[in-house]
T-cell receptor, first 113, second 113 residues
Framework: GAGVSQSPSNKVTEKGKDVELRCDPI?????LYWYRQSLGQGLEFLIY????????KSGLPSDRFSAERTGGSVSTLTIQRTQQEDSAVYLC???????????FGSGTRLTVV | QQQVKQSPQSLIVQKGGISIINCAYE??????FPWYQQFPGKGPALLIA?????SEKKEGRFTISFNKSAKQFSLHIMDSQPGDSATYFC????????????FGGGTRVLVKP
């Protein structure tokens, strides 16, 4: 596609349920990033994939959060046992190389009730 | 630890006026300083960026000024237009850390016609 695609655009889930958020990066982009945007914390880095290297998970807030990237393309962010504080917009970005050309998707708005 | 501090949180400017947003950083390893523009319901979009070996960069009505010794950089929007009304984020990254972005807290700009 022409841009970074994220699905679903909106997700409402009950506290304690697991959710999966999907990101389709721009074709050929080797780097993929997940960020979280919330009112209290602003935009914060979660996890980073670069090619076949081990992901940089340093931003994941707890072990309830995990992500994978299959075949160097699509990525899924999974949140287990969701809590109300997980409510936020989850943004995915991809890049061909380096910081230039970093492109964000429109995000998934997650609401935990 | 907030590594990039952004001010002001909000800004109102008349059409044709100048909008100025300031950011300060702590990590001297940062080597790339982008500004992003975000409209409601959309992901951040790269507006303009600068590297620390340059003191100023101009693209159209948008100018970044960079002061390496003071560890500060700013965005100037000249001849502000109502269509510029958005939230602006400064950010910083370092190649050594995989180009993951550290964001400022954001500035909501409203341009009055």
């Amino acid at each position: 596609g022409a841009g970074v695609s994220q699905s679903p655009s909106n997700k409402v889930t009950e506290k304690g349920k697991d959710v999966e958020l999907r990101c389709d990066p721009i074709s050929g982009h080797t780097a993929l990033y997940w960020y979280r945007q919330s009112l209290g914390q602003g935009l914060e880095f979660l996890i980073y994939f670069q090619g076949n290297s081990a992901p940089d998970k340093s931003g994941l807030p707890s072990d309830r959060f995990s992500a994978e990237r299959t075949g160097g393309s699509v990525s899924t962010l999974t949140i287990q046992r969701t809590q109300q504080e997980d409510s936020a917009v989850y943004l995915c970005a991809s890049s061909l190389s380096g910081p230039v050309g970093y492109t964000f998707g429109s995000g998934t708005r997650l609401t935990v009730v | 630890q907030q590594q990039v501090k952004q001010s002001p949180q909000s800004l109102i400017v008349q059409k044709g006026g100048i909008s100025i947003i300031n950011c300060a950083y702590e990590n001297t390893a940062f080597d790339y300083f982008p500004w992003y523009q975000q409209f409601p319901g959309k992901g951040p979009a790269l507006l303009i960026a600068i590297r620390p070996d340059v003191s100023e960069k101009k693209e159209g009505r948008f100018t970044i000024s960079f002061n390496k010794s003071a560890k500060q950089f700013s965005l100037h929007i000249m001849d502000s237009q109502p269509g510029d009304s958005a939230t602006y984020f400064c950010a910083a990254s370092t190649k050594a850390a995989g180009n993951k972005l550290t964001f400022g807290g954001g500035t909501r700009v409203l341009v009055k016609p």
